[in-house]
């Protein structure tokens, strides 16, 4: 029998408590011994959970107790999750994480602290959830030069967007839905401007590319700019728009971003709905998968935890390889990412139809009924291109003391 | 360096030499040693290939061989892909295989084999093609009871549906295209009449619930009956008919079938299109997940058997768990099996109104125009109960010499 305990009895920590009582036999058989929950670190009492009499307030029981093989971190947050995460790989134990804004802020030394250890540091459930990831990366994909991953990775910012699509909602409207369903927080910051998104494309890239990525080198744009009216073009050029996290490796370089981007029906993750998130691995052999699942809620990110608890069970003498090394990564910067452009234009086409040319060059254009405005979408070019070909338009359209460019998103179409 | 044999040097074989060759950094690294294909088993030579040189023609070579330690057979087929591997397996050496054939009819053989010489018998490019699905079955998802098993799982008969659904063909002008296209093979009976899908849910069916599944236990239904004005009907219902090979496990019974399903937008596997597979999979606690990604095609498939290759060579001198045991899992009749039925009758709803009713009790009724039939789709009931009702219900007809039930879809809408 493997002891394990548990720091942090909220939802997931809860979820994983409930698995591993549920599921007893089957991760018994995977993990080739029963796996006891002993201890549950948390400030509270829960006098009516099931954990009742599990429940400790001091860490030193769970860092002392040398019976304890795997230590579950479902605290989130830095403090004190960091120190206690790190007190235990020092100990010698196996830590399990879902926490993402950990993993992506101290990844690099808990990884080596691991290794050092000859312990493991899992962490499938920080990023997409419930959707095996992080361990096709170094189980599945380990033959293939990943040369981009594409996710869906917020499913509170996937569910307003989808809202927005398809009943043609603001987003302050949709914002408020999510929030009244739980699928938003009071203050939805971190996930309506990317930064959850952020943390999780950073960490996949440097499950990809072997090395440390600094999330804050990510170009980091939410979705709080995506109007009503952009969905309305959206639906005239039978595309969408999703918040993607990005990054692409050629050559030793790599571009990562976090944005709104349009796309149509022909990318896998068009499809990807709702709460639900979708993960696109493109491969110079496999060419292009994706996984497709609930990126979070209670049970699928428990199972995800549950499935790192099995691995460290299977592996308590040894350290298995996986992460990144030291080295940092570099990120280039965002002028050198390449896109096509959709770019709503106040007025009329007939009036800019030259300017819009000369800035631009070849575009396709679109118009909404009785609007006076319009939209054009360009050729693929560079974000530093584009940037000046923008202000150089803007710069002529306020000559003509007219307003300029309402809005751009990115676009892979 | 571990030394590397192939049998069999067609599509698949051809790209694991050529992916063993371009990424073999990245093989090396994951490998932890270099891999070098020291032998290549096959009839004919290959004077211009870059193998010329490692071709051979006797198996003896490489099972008297000590040196070889990993083996990958990419010959299709049982004969002699069956007794080759039984060798290489007693000889001590690993065996990895894209083979669904093989390891359908003998995969329970060979895994105990394996298993008695500590060495690996690894499969994952048997279903699926480059789609990770058997290794996330035993590396991703321990932790879970897998539910449901539902794959798009034969890229011939989704690219022929895919036609027959977005251009109207017929299943024959369809299945001509992908035979000149390459997709489909010039007699393609296994893959329309659905017995490549039957293989491929066998063998996952038998890795979720960890029993031998005899494929010939399995309900197998192919395409060639569905026809241009089912999709014709598709379309009105917002549906599509895509080719499923399905298994629902429930407190030890198992149900599994092959057969087209009529489903819509709500269904994960809705937008797989074209040669493309998906796999679905419910878990107890994760919910749904799927796996999208190329069904087929030499290097995605190929990419799989690399990464097998990997898995075989960080575990030289241990056997990993995976696959399932002798004991027999017994599949429940499809009369037990419970779907809605989509169900296309001769005549005027007018007309039939009461013996549809009297038959099928409530329904939902669709009429083309112009037709002179109509369609029904009924409520949920299990396989049994339809049959039963459908036979009163032609038989009612034929005393009204008139025609009665022209086909019979099932769906999951």
Redesign the interface.
């Known amino acids: 029998m493997i002891k394990a305990a548990v720091m942090g009895y909220g939802t997931i920590g809860s ?1 994983v408590a409930e ?1 591993l009582d ?2 007893r036999d ?2 018994a058989k ?2 080739g011994q029963e796996v006891e929950l002993q201890y549950v670190l948390d400030l509270r009492e829960f006098p009516d959970s099931p954990v009742a009499d599990k429940i400790i307030h001091d860490f030193k029981v769970i860092e002392e107790d040398p019976e304890i093989r795997i230590v579950v971190e479902t605290m989130g947050g830095l403090t004190p999750a960091y120190p206690f995460v790190k007190a235990c790989l020092l100990a010698g134990k196996h830590v399990v994480t879902s926490n993402k804004a950990l993993v992506a802020a101290h990844g690099t030394e808990l990884l080596r602290i691991a290794k050092e250890k000859n312990v493991n540091f899992l962490f ?1 459930a920080s990023v997409g959830g ?3 990831v992080i ?2 990366l170094y ?7 990943i040369q981009e991953i594409t996710g869906i990775l917020n499913g509170t910012t996937n569910y307003i967007l989808t809202k927005m699509d398809r009943e043609g909602e603001s987003f302050e409207n949709a914002l408020k839905e999510a929030q009244n369903l739980g699928y938003a927080e009071r203050n939805p910051e971190a996930d309506v401007e990317g930064h959850d998104t952020c943390r999780k494309i950073a960490i996949l890239t440097a499950m990809a590319t072997g090395k440390e990525v600094d999330y804050q080198d990510i170009y980091t744009e939410g979705i709080t700019r995506i109007t009503d009216i952009d969905f309305k073009y959206a639906e005239k050029l039978g595309t969408s728009v999703k918040l993607f996290g990005t990054s692409r490796m050629k050559d030793g370089k790599v571009t990562a971003f976090v944005a709104p981007v349009m796309i149509d ?1 022909s990318n ?1 993750l ?2 990807v709905s709702d709460v639900f998130n979708g993960i696109m691995i493109k ?12 990126g979070a ?1 209670k ?2 990110t ?3 935890v ?2 790192d ?3 460290a069970a299977q592996n308590l003498t040894s350290h298995v390889e996986l992460g990144w090394s030291d080295e940092k990564q570099s990120i280039e910067p965002m002028d050198q990412a390449s896109f096509r452009y959709f770019v709503r234009i106040a007025g009329s086409y007939r009036n800019k139809e030259q300017d819009v040319k000369q800035a631009f060059g070849k575009v396709e254009v679109f118009e909404l009924y009785g609007m006076d405005e319009f939209a054009v979408l360009t050729q693929e070019m560079k974000e530093g291109e584009f940037k000046a070909a923008a202000a150089a338009f803007d710069e002529k359209e306020q000559a003509n003391s007219d307003f300029g460019i309402k809005q751009m998103i990115r676009a892979a179409l």
Do not use: D, H, W
């Open positions: 979820g698995i549920q599921n089957v991760i995977q993990a499938e419930g959707i095996p361990r096709p189980r599945c994909l380990m033959g293939e030069r029906k896998p068009y499809s491969g110079n052999m496999l060419g292009t998968s994706m996984f497709y699942g609930s809620g049970l699928p428990a199972s995800a549950v499935a608890i099995i691995e």
